[in-house]
């Protein structure tokens, strides 16, 4: 008989939860498709990270390199990490390949 109290106490608080809930709307069709990313994507569907472009202490190297490799045009080599020791460089070329270059301590490789 004393579990009989709890019991219906334990009732009343379950049963009062759904007492404020409010039922959901009907997802529509045009709802249940997944939105598309707004940048580019890649094959997989994945959003291509678009990086500012920042000119870097050796980013006039990192372009006389890529000259060397057939590699021209666009906006130039843009700094990829931070500023320090270790740079790494991207350049976008005409011919839609990327060149690639690392340099330490100004001294750059091609990647």
């Given at each position: 008989?004393?579990?009989?109290?709890?019991?219906?106490?334990?009732?009343?608080?379950?049963?009062?939860?759904?007492?404020?809930?409010?039922p959901?709307?009907?997802?529509?069709?045009?709802?249940a498709?997944?939105?598309?990313p707004?940048?580019?994507?890649?094959?997989?569907?994945?959003?291509?990270?678009?990086?500012?472009?920042?000119?870097?202490?050796?980013?006039?190297?990192?372009?006389?390199?890529?000259?060397?490799?057939?590699?021209?045009?666009?906006?130039?080599?843009?700094?990829?990490?931070?500023?320090?020791?270790?740079?790494?460089?991207?350049?976008?070329?005409?011919?839609?390949?990327?060149?690639?270059?690392?340099?330490?301590?100004r001294?750059?490789?091609?990647?």
């Amino acid at each position: 008989m004393k579990r009989l109290p709890c019991m219906i106490f334990l009732a009343a608080l379950l049963g009062g939860c759904s007492m404020f809930h409010k039922p959901m709307p009907p997802v529509s069709a045009a709802a249940a498709v997944p939105a598309r990313p707004a940048g580019p994507v890649d094959a997989d569907g994945t959003p291509i990270q678009k990086l500012p472009f920042r000119l870097g202490v050796s980013s006039n190297t990192v372009e006389k390199l890529a000259r060397q490799q057939a590699c021209t045009g666009g906006q130039g080599a843009a700094l990829v990490t931070e500023p320090g020791p270790v740079e790494v460089y991207r350049m976008q070329c005409d011919n839609g390949k990327v060149f690639m270059a690392r340099c330490e301590m100004r001294q750059c490789r091609q990647l």
